[in-house]
């Protein structure tokens, strides 16, 4: 299922209104992502959205961020915050489009790759890993399997669960492993890290 139809609905207030509520503020799946980003990371975020932890990411560390979304009025927002930054980049497109470059870390917040269908997700997987660097880390954010999916509407998640994925994670050539946390709004989350060689954290 893609989800365009739906986020073309929700306004860049009300999606960062819905991450207060799973996040908090300041939001724990920044507090976790921000331990793996390193100065002088070269970081891709697929469905940056508004900027809402890529524009901490970029404050907080010295990155060359680049933010994927196909949802225009959210890349506005993004922008409108960020300002003329050096070592920005937001696109405006499906991740799908995005080749050549490589990568440090490669970011699927907040349950972005539930806005694929499953064979998508693979192939978005398999893209993830030719645009992955050698000593790269590749980290996606995901309700864990005890939570009771979000439901808003026409939104229609294909759930990511590690467990489900582990084996043919393994098939694509990653190394991989998931921890969870609470979010310090009650909610768990599952971390799923994939990497090329022996850099997962
Ligand atoms: C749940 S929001 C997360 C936004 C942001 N990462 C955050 O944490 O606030 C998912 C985002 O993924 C974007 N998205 C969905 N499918 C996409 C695709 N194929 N390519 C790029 N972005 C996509 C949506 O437009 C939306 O902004």
């Known amino acids: 299922m893609n989800n365009d139809a739906f986020y073309?609905?929700?306004?860049?207030?009300?999606?960062?209104?819905?991450?207060?509520?799973?996040?908090?503020d300041p939001p724990s799946d920044l507090e976790e992502i921000s331990k793996y980003i390193s100065n002088g990371?070269?970081?891709?975020?697929?469905?940056?959205?508004?900027?809402r932890i890529g524009l901490p990411l970029i404050q907080r560390h010295n990155i060359e961020y680049t933010g994927v979304d196909s949802n225009a009025?959210?890349?506005?927002?993004f922008q409108k915050l960020a300002g003329q930054q050096p070592r920005v980049e937001l696109i405006k497109q499906p991740i799908q489009k995005i080749?050549?470059?490589?990568?440090?870390?490669?970011l699927f917040p907040w349950t972005v790759i539930a806005d694929f269908t499953e064979l998508e997700q693979k192939a978005v997987l398999q893209q993830a890993y030719s645009l992955l660097d050698e000593r790269g880390l590749c980290?996606?954010?995901?309700?864990s399997q005890n939570q009771k999916p979000n439901q808003y509407g026409i939104y229609q998640p294909t759930l990511f669960y590690y467990?489900?994925?582990?084996?043919?994670?393994?098939?694509?050539?990653?190394?991989?492993?998931?921890s969870t946390y609470i979010t310090r709004t009650g909610v768990e989350r599952e971390l799923t890290f994939l990497a090329k060689s022996d850099s997962l954290p």
């Open 99 to 106: 080749s050549k470059q490589t990568f440090d870390k490669i």
């Open 73 to 77: 009025a959210y890349l506005e927002m």
């Open 163 to 178: 467990q489900h994925w582990k084996e043919r994670l393994g098939h694509m050539g990653f190394m991989s492993e998931s």
């Open 41 to 51: 990371d070269r970081v891709l975020e697929v469905g940056c959205g508004t900027g």
């Open 139 to 143: 980290i996606l954010d995901n309700p």
């Open 8 to 24: 073309a609905t929700l306004s860049s207030e009300t999606l960062r209104e819905f991450a207060l509520k799973t996040f908090g």
